[in-house]
């Protein structure tokens, strides 16, 4: 099994970890023999689901930062499984075939056979990759006394018939937050900082934030707030190259990641 996740280390101090669930395209071989689409149908629904870029946001975030954040980042695609999903019925997308092990696509289309089982790929990519998040919070714990989890993602200008919340405001930035995790000062200059790009909402279209099961709802040293960045704010859609605007926005998450450190 290749490598499904790489974790780039920040400074000794950095309690900022800048996490990128959904950039990749890769499919093992293995995975991509169990689906059921051809591959001009998988090339056009990677297009869709993939927040393609974000992984190079993040590093240039991370470069240009004083302090550098940690990077943890998804080296597969969601295709294969889903790192953010719950990895049972408390998962809402469940209800469109797209829970921690995706059956359906964007349009609804059987992506799995109906007897697919999740297992060898929850045990395979998703465990795993949780327990290293885990642990990586935890050694930020220790480390700074607190973690802060910038969860970084894109989302298309047009909704995709897969989202059950597509019907609500499309700003160039959301913001997605939880109750117990995001700190009102945090999402405050955030709301702040990213007003550059242009208008931000709060959990529109897409709502919550990633923290480890572990810490979740528990634990009030880690901080969280997911980062939703509309495609054409800095990418041609649906799966382009990254526009010149590309710059600004990876210019806003290093300043949050400064304000933050």
Not at 23 to 41: C, F, G, K, Q, Y
Not at 112 to 131: G, I, Q, T, V
Not at 139 to 157: E, N, W
Request: charged share 20%; hydrophobic share 45%; aromatic share 6%.
């Amino acid at each position: 099994m290749p490598d499904s996740f790489e974790l780039v280390a920040g400074h000794p101090d950095s309690p900022i970890i800048l996490h990128v669930p959904h950039s990749s395209r890769v499919i093992p071989s293995e995975v991509r023999a169990a689906t059921l689409l051809d591959d001009l149908a998988l090339e056009l629904e990677l297009d869709h689901l993939t927040d393609a870029h974000t992984e190079h946001l993040a590093a240039t975030a991370a470069d240009r930062a004083r302090i550098r954040p940690w990077q943890f980042v998804n080296r597969m695609s969601r295709l294969v499984v889903d790192p953010e999903r719950f990895p049972d019925d408390r998962e809402e997308m469940l209800a469109v075939g797209m829970g921690a092990v995706y059956t359906r696509t964007t349009t609804g289309t059987p992506l799995r056979p109906a007897d697919f089982d999740a297992k060898p790929l929850l045990d395979s990519y998703f465990h795993p990759y949780a327990e290293a998040m885990t642990a990586l919070v935890a050694d930020r714990l220790a480390a700074a006394g607190r973690a802060v989890i910038l969860d970084v993602h894109s989302y298309p200008t047009h909704p995709l018939p897969y989202e059950l919340h597509g019907d609500g405001p499309r700003p160039p930035i959301c913001l997605g937050t939880d109750v117990f995790h995001t700190p009102s000062a945090v999402l405050a200059r955030a709301t702040e900082i990213f007003g550059v790009i242009g208008k931000t909402d709060i959990d529109t279209p897409f709502a919550g934030t990633y923290v480890p099961l572990a810490h979740y709802g528990t634990d009030a040293r880690v901080a969280a707030l997911m980062i939703e960045i509309r495609r054409d704010t800095y990418m041609l859609e649906p799966g382009g190259p990254p526009t010149p605007e590309f710059a600004r926005v990876a210019a806003a998450l290093a300043a949050l990641v400064d304000e933050l450190a």
